[in-house]
């Protein structure tokens, strides 16, 4: 029965919730993605918790961030709402999404290696602007994977540029990964990104067929397996969308912690996200280096 709802009746159920809660918000203002923000990576409103729909109002909201991410590339946009997708059912998005990461694992690229990664430089470097922004990169509303990107950058990932060289603007793409700056005559200086540098669902989309990765339900499995310099992607379990990227920036008594951007946070405890309504992706970055770098 769930898996039959649709995006756009699980969104009235939500905005139910809110008018009965006296709890003033729109769809597609500023307040309502904070409220879904903080919701899904502070669990600040206890009480929605405990809503008999909220497995169904977390996947709405896992959504919501998905389209909205997509939506911050569009400049000349109306409102931002989640009309385009009112029809789409619980269902028909987690096939869509199995189907995709089963194309994207026939690509693996088993000729890529990545030699000269350190994690504790990547890890420093999350340290360092978690809180803030560098402005020797681009910026963007919801910053997490661009984020990560630049920490994993840094500890010495290359990035990969088409031959033929980039554009200034966000290119549609998973086959390169890359953020530049350009001059323009006349114009200055320009971004130039791959959206595989700056959106979730695109930085998996890359990676996953470069680096071994492994999907767990228990965020246990993550510590278990999980190292400083290691990326973190969290999905929604009921319809496995990845909407958030984050980094382990640290591995204490058997817990990974995690930083990231947007709700910009340093050293999270993983077992503080609900296993209930969370799966994880991990890119194994530390171990499928090709050396060992000391701390």
Not at 218 to 245: A, F, K
């Amino acid at each position: 029965m769930e898996d039959n709802m649709t995006l756009g009746q699980i969104e009235q159920i939500f905005l139910d919730y809110l008018k009965d809660n006296n709890i003033n918000i729109e769809v597609g203002s500023k307040d309502y993605t904070d409220y879904i923000v903080k919701q899904m990576f502070e669990k600040a409103d206890a009480n929605l918790m405990n809503h008999p729909d909220y497995r169904l109002i977390h996947s709405y909201f896992a959504e919501y961030l998905y389209e909205l991410e997509k939506y911050q590339l569009e400049p000349y946009c109306e409102k931002f709402t989640m009309a385009h997708v009112k029809d789409k059912t619980i269902k028909e998005i987690k096939e869509e999404i199995i189907n995709q990461d089963e194309k994207i694992k026939e690509k693996e690229d088993k000729t890529f290696e990545l030699s000269g990664y350190n994690p504790y430089q990547a890890r420093d470097y999350a340290y360092s602007w978690y809180n803030r922004r560098n402005p020797a990169y681009n910026t963007w509303p919801f910053d997490c994977t661009n984020f990560i990107s630049q920490c994993i950058y840094t500890g010495g990932v290359n990035e990969h540029l088409p031959s033929s060289g980039v554009y200034t603007g966000v290119k549609e793409t998973t086959d390169y990964w890359y953020s530049e700056r350009v001059y323009v005559v006349d114009k200055g200086y320009r971004w130039a990104e791959s959206t595989s540098w700056i959106r979730v669902v695109d930085f998996y989309a890359y990676w996953a067929s470069r680096v071994p990765n492994v999907n767990y339900v228990n965020n246990t499995d993550v510590s278990v397996y999980g190292e400083i310099g290691d990326v973190v992607q969290l999905m929604d379990s009921s319809t496995l969308r990845r909407y958030h990227t984050t980094i382990i920036t640290k591995k204490e008594n058997g817990i990974v912690y995690l930083t990231y951007h947007t709700a910009d946070t340093k050293d999270k405890r993983i077992d503080e996200f609900d296993d209930e309504f969370t799966n994880w992706t991990l890119f194994n970055f530390f171990w499928f280096n090709n050396r060992f770098c000391d701390r």
